[in-house]
């Protein structure tokens, strides 16, 4: 295995441009960011993201989805 093989498998999934404009459509729901707003811990929120994300033919997981909102901030 090659360097550039081993970095994409610690790295995961590049997230295409409609991915990602997905995510940040779910995220930026008023229902969502309420939940958010009054919730300390939040990973029910994020079940509720990947739901929502799965219906629309993305498969993410809940971390997935967190650090992709981390890094896009």
């Known amino acids: ?10 790295r995961g999934l590049t997230w295409s441009d ?8 779910t995220w930026g729901e008023g229902k969502i960011q309420s939940e958010l707003d009054n ?4 990973t ?3 079940s509720s993201i990947i739901r929502t994300m799965g ?11 967190r650090q992709r909102i981390k890094t896009l901030k």
């Open 1 to 10: 295995m090659d360097a550039e093989q081993n970095s994409s498998k610690k």
């Open 18 to 25: 409609q991915e990602t404009k997905a995510l940040l459509s």
């Open 39 to 42: 919730s300390t811990r939040n």
């Open 44 to 46: 029910h929120v994020f």
């Open 55 to 65: 219906g629309l033919g993305y498969l993410r997981t809940a971390p997935e989805c």
